[in-house]
């Protein structure tokens, strides 16, 4: 046994003598400046990181079995040792990403494997000693920092989620009016998840480059008093072999507490600089805030931008990714991804700003043939104006020149020109609000006159007139019993609270005005407000667009007859009333500015169902194609509302027959008939609408 132990020593000594109060410091570490950045070669090198960890996480919970094992099989301990001493050979095996600078690590986790083949046919009894040396290092270890670091990476995790949806919000940002409190909310939502996603990124990162060190006392600290318990009990008796031993690990014991040593100093750098790196101005988080100047000499340029995908043949997907241009070539890293691949050439290309689907800050890059364009969407007005310059100085090929940023402020001025958005175009951008909405509109008065005025004051948003997702009824289809009802009834409409028309008989034969026009029913839709005739041409947008969307361009003719009380909207061919409205109903009614044969009106109801004895008025909006200009059926509307209120007064009813061409029988002379009104029906069914 003396002669063993002898031999193992003086194997031992000479390797430890000069190893053991020296340890190369960890040559990978994550730089804590990069994690607000969050750059996918970053997010690239911390992957390798949790690679490690995880191989980590495998080995140490292969290397506590084995522990747990040799405390636990004291009958077979000449197999459990045999058994450590591979599994410490195993851990030259695993190639850890990271394991640069782990040599005298291995080299020592040999020595221990070649201490323990020796010592084999030794047996220990001390298992509390073994317990409280060698098995609970170990545990310590893998609760604590690999949970830690399993938490933290949840927790870096939920954060980069939560500043990806709120960037999202805020690219979605109008810019046709802004909302400034809207405005003001997005960007504390994203300064405060992109702050949260920063802190959670710092303490990620310095888990994980402490790890390398804590990895390190891991391995050579359970061994240590595993050795250590073995030869306080073999020391009575084996005296010479034990104080050559205790050469060995008092070695092994210093290399450790150099590696803490490290960490330490480490670990207090790494506060140091996330102190440092947390100091600074909100501004940093907050998405266009920037201080610094426009530099608009750069040849290279990096950063994340939004790009518009087509995902359909009139739907549109944003995606942001990782952009960055080298040499002459605009590049393309996608997050996780090893490497980036191009995505266009520049040179000699073209730049521009542009108009995009009511978004901000966004560009065209456009190929020298024209074949091939892209539209991009900056974060920040600084931003935007750095990628358009830098685009415009690398399509000049001024990278290739010996001074490129002389050459660069010589273009200075073809890049700001490049920065003014182009909107003189033929036809309005997506999403551009109509240039003629501000111009003079055929509006209803509230006592029903028709008038042209001017839209003075800020046009409300969409969301503010139609809530989002309302549906859309494309054609009226009149129940089969109302049907029957009605043809009995000779035309005429059955009341549905059992009342027929009977009553009001006399005063619709006695109707001061009865004009009937040919017109195609578009869509109606549920609408929010009754006293702005934007609503009207939202809800004319919305129709028409659902059209074109679902392919439905089929329509019906129809007459929409005005009388100085009702709008009756009657089937050309069984002369039934489809729908009807009293005058008083109709709130508001307009034509179309651009298309004059489209004309709308806004019906106002009640709506009983919250239980309330007068009802919450209700809005709802019809869009109609007609054979003649729209403002002739506004203009009669409006006269039909004139009579209405000048029925209130004989005088002035007088003074209104007076003033307008009655007919033979005593009605209004409004319009000339319109060819085929009172015609039949017949074959004018599935009408194609031009609208």
Same mark, same amino acid.
């Given at each position: 046994?003396?002669?063993?132990?002898h031999?193992?020593?003086?194997s031992c000594?000479?390797?430890f003598?000069?190893?053991?109060?020296?340890?190369?410091a960890?040559?990978?570490?994550?730089?804590?400046e990069?994690?607000l950045?969050d750059?996918?070669?970053?997010?690239s090198?911390?992957?390798v990181?949790e690679?490690?960890?995880g191989?980590?996480?495998?080995?140490?919970n292969?290397l506590?079995?084995s522990?747990?094992?040799?405390f636990?099989?004291?009958?077979?301990m000449?197999l459990?040792?045999?058994?450590?001493?591979?599994?410490?050979l195993e851990?030259e095996?695993?190639?850890?990403a990271l394991g640069?600078?782990?040599?005298e690590?291995i080299t020592?986790l040999q020595s221990?494997a070649?201490?323990v083949g020796?010592?084999?046919?030794?047996h220990s009894?001390?298992?509390?000693?073994?317990a409280?040396s060698m098995?609970?290092?170990?545990?310590q270890?893998r609760?604590?920092?690999?949970?830690?670091?399993?938490?933290l990476k949840?927790i870096?995790?939920?954060a980069?989620?939560e500043?990806e949806?709120a960037?999202?919000?805020?690219s979605r940002?109008?810019?046709k009016r802004?909302?400034e409190?809207l405005?003001?909310?997005?960007?504390?939502?994203?300064?405060?998840?992109?702050?949260?996603q920063?802190?959670?990124s710092?303490q990620?990162y310095?888990?994980?480059?402490?790890?390398?060190?804590r990895?390190? /006392?891991?391995?050579l600290?359970p061994m240590l008093g595993?050795?250590?318990?073995q030869?306080?009990?073999f020391?009575?008796?084996?005296e010479?072999?034990s104080?050559k031993?205790d050469c060995?690990?008092a070695?092994?014991s210093?290399?450790?507490?150099? +590696?803490?040593?490290q960490?330490?100093a480490?670990?207090e750098t790494m506060?140091m600089?996330?102190?440092?790196l947390?100091?600074v101005e909100?501004?940093?988080y907050m998405?266009?805030?920037d201080?610094?100047p426009?530099?608009?000499?750069?040849?290279?340029?990096a950063?994340?931008?939004n790009?518009?995908?087509?995902t359909?043949?009139v739907?549109?997907?944003?995606d942001?990714l990782y952009?960055?241009?080298q040499?002459?070539?605009?590049?393309?890293q996608p997050r996780?991804a090893?490497a980036g691949?191009? /995505?266009?050439?520049?040179?000699?290309s073209s730049v521009?700003?542009v108009?995009?689907?009511?978004r901000?800050?966004?560009?065209?890059i456009?190929?020298?043939?024209?074949?091939?364009s892209?539209?991009l969407?900056?974060?920040?007005?600084?931003?935007?104006?750095e990628?358009i310059?830098?685009?415009?100085?690398i399509s000049?090929q001024?990278?290739?020149?010996?001074?490129p940023?002389?050459?660069a402020i010589r273009?200075?001025?073809?890049?700001i020109?490049?920065?003014?958005?182009?909107?003189?175009f033929?036809?309005?951008?997506?999403g551009?609000p109509n240039p003629?909405?501000?111009?003079?509109?055929?509006?209803?008065k509230p006592?029903? /006159?028709?008038?042209?005025g001017?839209?003075?004051?800020?046009?409300p948003?969409?969301e503010d007139?139609i809530?989002?997702?309302?549906? +859309?009824?494309?054609?009226?289809?009149l129940?089969?019993s109302e049907?029957?009802?009605?043809?009995?009834a000779?035309?005429r409409?059955t009341n549905?609270f059992g009342?027929t028309d009977?009553?009001c008989s006399t005063e619709s034969?006695?109707?001061?005005l009865q004009?009937?026009?040919?017109?195609?029913?578009?869509g109606?839709?549920?609408?929010?407000?009754g006293?702005?005739?934007?609503v009207?041409?939202?809800a004319?947008?919305?129709?028409?667009?659902?059209?074109?969307?679902h392919?439905?361009?089929k329509?019906t003719?129809?007459?929409?007859m005005?009388?100085?009380?009702?709008?009756s909207? +009657?089937?050309p061919?069984?002369?039934v009333?489809?729908?009807s409205f009293q005058?008083r109903e109709?709130?508001?009614?307009?034509a179309h500015?651009?298309?004059?044969r489209?004309?709308?009106?806004v019906?106002?109801?009640?709506?009983?169902?919250d239980g309330?004895?007068?009802?919450?008025?209700s809005?709802?909006?019809? /869009?109609?194609?007609?054979n003649?200009e729209?403002?002739?059926?506004?203009?009669? +509307?409006?006269l039909a509302k004139?009579i209405?209120?000048?029925k209130?007064d004989?005088?002035?009813l007088?003074?209104?027959?007076?003033n307008m061409p009655?007919?033979?029988?005593?009605?209004f002379l409004?319009l000339?008939?319109?060819?085929?009104?009172t015609?039949n029906g017949a074959?004018?069914?599935?009408?194609e609408s031009e609208?």
């Open positions: 046994m003396g002669n063993r132990v031999a193992l020593n003086n000594s000479h390797f003598s000069s190893t053991a109060n020296k340890m190369p960890v040559h990978h570490k994550l730089l804590l990069e994690a950045q750059s996918p070669q970053t997010r090198l911390l992957s990181f690679e490690d960890a191989m980590l996480t495998t080995y140490t292969q506590l079995q522990l747990q094992r040799v636990g099989a004291q009958s077979e000449g459990a040792t045999e058994q450590l001493s591979q599994q410490l851990y095996k695993k190639n850890f640069k600078g782990d040599e690590v020592t221990f070649k201490t020796e010592l084999n046919s030794l009894e001390l298992a509390n000693q073994m409280d098995v609970f290092p170990l545990i270890f609760e604590k920092d690999l949970t830690e670091i399993s938490t949840e870096f995790g939920i980069t989620d500043h949806a960037m999202v919000k805020y940002l109008p810019k802004e909302n409190k405005k003001s909310d997005m960007v504390k939502e994203v300064a405060y998840t992109r702050r949260k920063h802190q959670a710092l990620y310095c888990a994980l480059n402490a790890l390398q060190y990895k390190r /006392v891991a391995m600290e595993y050795t250590q318990a030869i306080s009990f020391k009575k008796g084996i010479l072999v104080k031993m060995f690990l070695s092994v210093t290399m450790t507490q150099n +590696i803490q040593a960490l330490d480490e670990a506060r600089a996330q102190r440092e947390l100091s909100d501004t940093v998405p266009d805030k201080t610094e426009v530099n608009r000499t750069l040849i290279q340029k950063g994340y931008l790009i518009r995908n087509k359909g043949l739907t549109t997907a944003w942001r952009f960055f241009t040499g002459g070539n605009l590049m393309c996780g090893v691949g191009m /995505v266009l050439d520049l040179d000699n521009m700003a108009e995009c689907e009511d901000r800050y966004c560009f065209q456009t190929s020298p043939s024209g074949k091939t892209m539209i969407q900056a974060e920040s007005k600084r931003e935007y104006e990628w310059c830098t685009v415009n100085n000049r001024i990278y290739l020149t010996d001074n940023e002389a050459v273009l200075n001025q073809t890049a020109q490049a920065v003014t958005p182009i909107t003189s033929e036809k309005r951008p997506e551009s003629d909405r501000s111009g003079m509109l055929l509006v209803a006592g029903g /006159v028709l008038a042209g001017s839209q003075t004051g800020a046009a948003e969409p007139l809530a989002p997702g309302t549906p +859309i009824q494309f054609d009226i289809m129940p089969a049907f029957l009802d009605q043809n009995r000779g035309g409409r549905p009342e009977d009553d034969d006695d109707s001061l004009q009937v026009f040919a017109v195609r029913f578009l109606s839709m549920a609408v929010r407000c006293n702005n005739q934007e009207i041409y939202e004319m947008r919305q129709v028409l667009a659902a059209r074109a969307i392919n439905i361009f329509t003719e129809s007459h929409l005005v009388t100085s009380s009702s709008l909207l +009657i089937d061919q069984t002369q009333t489809r729908i005058l109709v709130c508001q009614f307009a500015q651009e298309n004059g489209l004309m709308g009106f019906v106002e109801g009640r709506d009983w169902s309330d004895e007068e009802g919450e008025p809005f709802s909006a019809f /869009v109609f194609e007609s003649t729209g403002e002739k059926i506004c203009y009669t +509307i409006s004139d209405t209120e000048a209130k004989p005088e002035a007088a003074q209104l027959m007076k009655l007919t033979n029988d005593g009605k409004l000339e008939p319109e060819e085929g009104d015609t074959g004018q069914e599935d009408l609208a």
